[in-house]
């Protein structure tokens, strides 16, 4: 998609939502319904590089790796690992790290007290060792990130730890962030997003394309809130397929920079 038609779709999005209102953090709407667990293609491996726990899903063998990472809810929402095993059927090797140590956001907690101890910035650093290891065997390595894991990819996108990076409702993120991100970066959002506002994709956008120097693409999913991608109603079948329609984004997006 060239940079007019971005610039098209992002524009009719911004004035779509230009009348939302900013109540409370749309981060903490929908929280992951545990009880849907069950039937997952992968397992929890403990004491990666890095010292962290993953769950991890498709082909070990696989030359190409991918990252997931979570929104501030964990890495042990169902939806999330499906997506991770969906991925994984696609031919990458998919590790989803706990970056929270367990200490994942729920209810009971502040939001602005929580986020200090989980920096996603921080927590970027940390993980170069994982990244590391998994550059040691040989693999090409993306990072996907939702909500919280969005700031976190674009950290790591400003290193050479990873190929390409791509991010659905993206959270934390400053428009200078794109003046250093160093790889192909993708970046789907809401329509409704008060996290991450059209109009502030559509300010990425034009950082990036000032730039000329590293591919990007965005999106704009009308019709949706942040969360959308990982976090949705299966019961409805817009919420559904527009997700399926998020994660077959971002598999492109691997399968043309990864591969």
């Known amino acids: 998609m060239g940079?007019?038609?971005?610039?098209?779709?992002?524009a009719a999005a911004v004035l779509a939502s230009a009348a939302a209102t900013h109540q409370h953090s749309q981060c903490l709407d929908?929280?992951?319904?545990?009880?849907?667990r069950g039937g997952e293609a992968g397992e929890i491996v403990n004491d990666l590089p890095g010292g962290f726990r993953a769950y991890v899903t498709g082909a070990?063998?696989?030359?190409?790796?991918?990252?997931?990472?979570?929104?501030?809810?964990?890495?042990?929402?169902?939806?999330?690992?499906?997506?991770?095993d969906k991925v994984g059927e696609a031919g990458y090797f998919v590790v989803v790290p706990d970056f929270f140590n367990g200490d994942y956001f729920d209810t009971s907690k502040n939001l602005s007290e929580w986020l200090p101890h989980h920096s996603p910035v921080k927590?970027?650093?940390?993980?170069?060792?994982?990244?590391?290891?998994?550059?040691?065997?040989?693999?090409?390595?993306?990072?996907g990130g939702y909500c919280w894991g969005g700031k976190f990819g674009t950290e790591v996108g400003k290193t050479d730890s990873v190929k390409a990076v791509s991010m659905a409702h993206p959270a934390f993120m400053i428009v200078d962030d794109m003046k250093e991100v160093k790889r192909p970066i993708e970046i789907l959002g809401a329509e409704h997003d008060q996290s991450t506002p059209a109009k502030q994709v559509y300010q990425f956008v034009r950082v990036l394309h000032q730039r000329n120097d590293?591919?990007?693409?965005?999106?704009?999913?009308p019709?949706?809130?942040?969360?959308?991608?990982?976090?949705?109603?299966?019961?409805?079948?817009?919420?559904?397929?527009?997700?399926?329609?998020?994660?077959?984004?971002?598999?492109?997006?691997?399968?043309?920079?990864l591969k």
């Open 123 to 143: 927590a970027a650093k940390d993980a170069q060792p994982l990244f590391a290891s998994l550059r040691k065997e040989g693999k090409s390595v993306g990072v």
């Open 30 to 36: 929908n929280p992951p319904d545990l009880s849907l």
């Open 3 to 10: 940079f007019a038609q971005v610039l098209l779709c992002l």
């Open 214 to 221: 590293i591919p990007y693409f965005a999106k704009i999913f």
């Open 60 to 84: 070990a063998s696989s030359s190409h790796a991918i990252i997931l990472a979570s929104d501030v809810f964990g890495f042990e929402a169902p939806l999330l690992r499906k997506i991770a």
């Open 223 to 257: 019709g949706t809130e942040h969360g959308f991608a990982c976090r949705y109603n299966t019961s409805d079948p817009f919420a559904v397929r527009t997700a399926e329609q998020a994660l077959a984004y971002m598999l492109d997006w691997f399968n043309r920079y």
